[in-house]
């Protein structure tokens, strides 16, 4: 069974940085993708950062220059490294794999992922 263990939310003011950490067990293979999406209350979910195990990343235009995606493909560990953090990133965020992606660019799409965490808050807020 997969299971998806997010850690590293929290409430920081405008300007702050957090770093999520994500750890995925029960996957015996390499991860071919890994990502954050996130949904804030009342919102749909965005897909903000995917990385690939060739370490090819991609980010919404909303989290670019600000978040970095990272992973640890040996211990099947993603990371996301939160900057100048805004109060509209204030949210849920969420650690999602895809196992069976096989294209070289991340996907653009959550529907290319198939499991996902339980979930972190992240609150941005003066």
């Known amino acids: 069974q997969v299971q998806l263990m997010e850690s590293g939310g929290g409430s920081v003011q405008p300007g702050g940085s957090l770093r999520l950490s994500c750890g995925v067990f029960?996957?015996?293979?390499?991860?071919?993708?890994m990502g954050w999406y996130r949904q804030a209350e009342g919102e749909s979910r965005e897909l903000i950062a995917s990385?690939?195990?060739?370490?090819?990343?991609g980010y919404a235009d909303s989290v670019k220059g600000r978040f970095t995606i990272s992973r640890d493909t040996a211990r099947n560990t993603v990371y996301l490294q939160m900057n100048n953090l805004k109060p509209e990133d204030t949210a849920v965020y969420y650690c999602?794999?895809?196992?069976?992606?096989?294209?070289?660019?991340?996907?653009?799409?959550?529907?290319?992922?198939?499991?996902w965490g339980q979930g972190t808050q992240v609150t941005v807020s003066s």
């Open positions: 999602t794999v895809s196992t069976h992606y096989r294209a070289y660019s991340p996907p653009k799409s959550l529907s290319e992922f198939d499991y």
């Open positions: 029960g996957v015996q293979s390499s991860i071919p993708v």
């Open positions: 990385i690939t195990t060739g370490g090819i990343t």
